[in-house]
DNA sequence: AGGGCCAATGGTAGCGCTACCATTGATTTG
DNA sequence: CAAATCAATGGTAGCGCTACCATTGGCCCT
């Protein structure tokens, strides 16, 4: 009962029965430390509720053996997986970075594990995704964006799992939601340019349907301003598969001038776009601002480095990712989640280029 | 049994027993379809084993009752996860999408699922994120480099999960490996400089282990060919958290000039930084690459679009993740590995900047 | 015709863990 | 001082699935 006994650390010692890993359970830690196993588990899950020297020796033991739980077994269990399944468009956008970095970090802090699943920009593998995520039987579901596919909408609400929509509005959420209105950017982008005097706004997006949003926010503040907006078809290259590219960007100017050469703003659905678009424009020698203002979107840190110094819409990526972490949590713990709905708004960071 | 009476798509008929999910489990398709649990089972994990007939009819009970299979109790009793852990620095670095990408590709073909581990450029929480990594017992674990600290390697032995090392080399892998050599890259580019008669030549790189040993390669192959290197010090600012940015491109080139005005080439350990180095120069009225030549790593998408276009290193990144994949799978299947160290090489791609 | 073989299906017994209730002994309370 | 309370631990019975080994009936072979 008080005696450690020191098995060597097991491997190799014939796998038992017919089937199992050959590898420690809980039931051999248990018996290393003269304990139940149940009272492992509580080493593990609930170390408050064990008495300080049992809690002692079982951790000996776990060391002892090199114990790994078995979460599949665990989850099984007690049907909390602790996973949460995220999906995204890529996971390699810069955009979202900040947001996935957050919510990664809120999650494990809660001892969560964030596992992210792919849908591409179409949103093609969506609903396939949705159903291998699902059986993993995570403890909650983050989406990008609003899920519109009524087949996802119907699985995610059978699964019955807390689910929160990111990086958009909408009235009717699945569940929760933590996100901002790309409407709005686009109305305020079409006023920040009026305010400049900028009369003749055209629009370099990526084809991508929140960008495309953000485009006819952009029509309508600027409707209603009375000014032009020119909303440029999409640009052809490399639009599918990520977020805008430099070299789209450069191409989008290209055409615009082209088609509209009395052009004197732009708004790029992405900052990597507005860079491209910076950066044709110096090649051309035409000023920016003087001549054409290009605003972007996103933010990102190299924002600050462009020449000339970047204007874009920011949002705050992390917020995001913390609040909708928080959503989940606190659903998991049984508390009420007070504001199932958040609109984290966005500003306009102006710099040199706009 | 032949009559599949059809019974409202299953929820809320009061959740049985103490425990459960209160969702439909195999057997409840099974019921439906007339036949016993494990003849569901094999239609979703051999139905080639299944009479057309009998496949037919279970596949018509689990649409009717919208069945998700339990991959943790699944994995649980077949001891095959159909997981697949990745670690990674970061999930945003551009240099790895391509390999992340390809990787994921592969085993969504083959029926496993990726998830990402970030372990920080620095690799402190790598430990820790191997162990809960193994405690969801994957079928296999793709990691981004080396493991080199003692522990990590002692747990992936142990854990007997099949692991592939990637993007570096060496004699002496954990078990298998796809990578390539920093070192040679360094003198391969030490090699290329020299040859464009720079005999200069900086280093500007992030504070990464792999490229500072690609910064070695072009010391030791630039000393080899006679000519000077400058190993400037790491660029200070947003070093640790990310791959290198445009800004501490610029930040470098300044520092640079400023202590070795006589510089006539700069390596750079990411094309971010590479664009960040042309873009001060631009600024500055420094030709590139007359005065100055510029070199990336990385040859991202907008490498060939910047002005003047970007030289840089090329690495065959979706090979490494499609090989890796492939090793996992073979090793899954009973197969041996063929070759369980693979050198994917390397090429530098001719621009402008250099 | 009898034996062997194979394709198709099923029964049983776990996989490794935790929920749910005991149970125990120590401590508090009226 | 008996009853009630509490902290600490354990026994039992699953969680939902699949490995393993039957079992069945049809087909081929000699």
Chains 1, 2 share one sequence.
Request: aromatic fraction near 4%.
């Amino acid at each position: 009962m008080d005696d450690i006994s020191a098995s060597p650390p097991g491997h190799t010692e014939g796998r038992r029965g017919r089937r199992g890993s050959g590898k420690v359970r809980i039931t051999d830690v248990a018996k290393l430390a003269g304990v139940a196993p149940i009272t492992v588990s509580r080493v593990l899950n609930a170390p408050s509720s064990v008495a300080a020297e049992t809690l002692r020796r079982v951790q000996e033991a776990i060391n002892r053996t090199g114990y790994v739980p078995n979460m599949l077994a665990g989850g099984l269990a007690s049907s909390r997986s602790h996973l949460i399944a995220a999906l995204v468009p890529t996971i390699a956008s810069p955009v979202f970075q900040a947001t996935w970095e957050a919510l990664t970090e809120t999650f494990s802090g809660a001892g969560y594990h964030v596992t992210f699943g792919q849908t591409g920009y179409g949103g093609a593998r969506e609903d396939e995704l949705i159903k291998t995520m699902i059986a993993r039987r995570p403890d909650g579901i983050v989406l990008t964006g609003i899920m519109h596919s009524p087949s996802g909408r119907r699985r995610l609400i059978e699964a019955d799992i807390p689910v929160v929509e990111t990086w958009d509005l909408t009235p009717t959420p699945i569940d929760m939601l933590v996100g901002f209105s790309h409407e709005h950017i686009g109305e305020a982008v079409a006023k920040y340019l009026h305010g400049k005097k900028k009369i003749r706004i055209a629009v370099i997006t990526a084809a991508d349907e929140r960008a495309r949003r953000r485009a006819k926010g952009l029509a309508t503040g600027a409707a209603r301003l009375g000014i032009a907006t020119i909303l440029a078809p999409e640009v052809p290259m490399f639009v599918a598969a990520a977020p805008g590219t430099l070299g789209s960007g450069r191409k989008g100017l290209i055409d615009l001038l082209a088609r509209h050469p009395e052009v004197d703003a732009v708004f790029c659905s992405s900052d990597m776009l507005a860079l491209g678009v910076m950066i044709e424009a110096q090649a051309r020698g035409i000023p920016v601002p003087e001549r054409i203002a290009v605003v972007g979107y996103g933010d990102l840190n190299f924002a600050v480095d462009t020449v000339p110094a970047l204007t874009t819409v920011s949002v705050d990526g992390p917020a995001i990712g913390r609040l909708a972490a928080r959503c989940i949590i606190d659903r998991a713990q049984g508390r009420s989640v007070a504001e199932p709905i958040v609109d984290v708004g966005f500003s306009i960071v102006e710099r040199a280029s706009a």
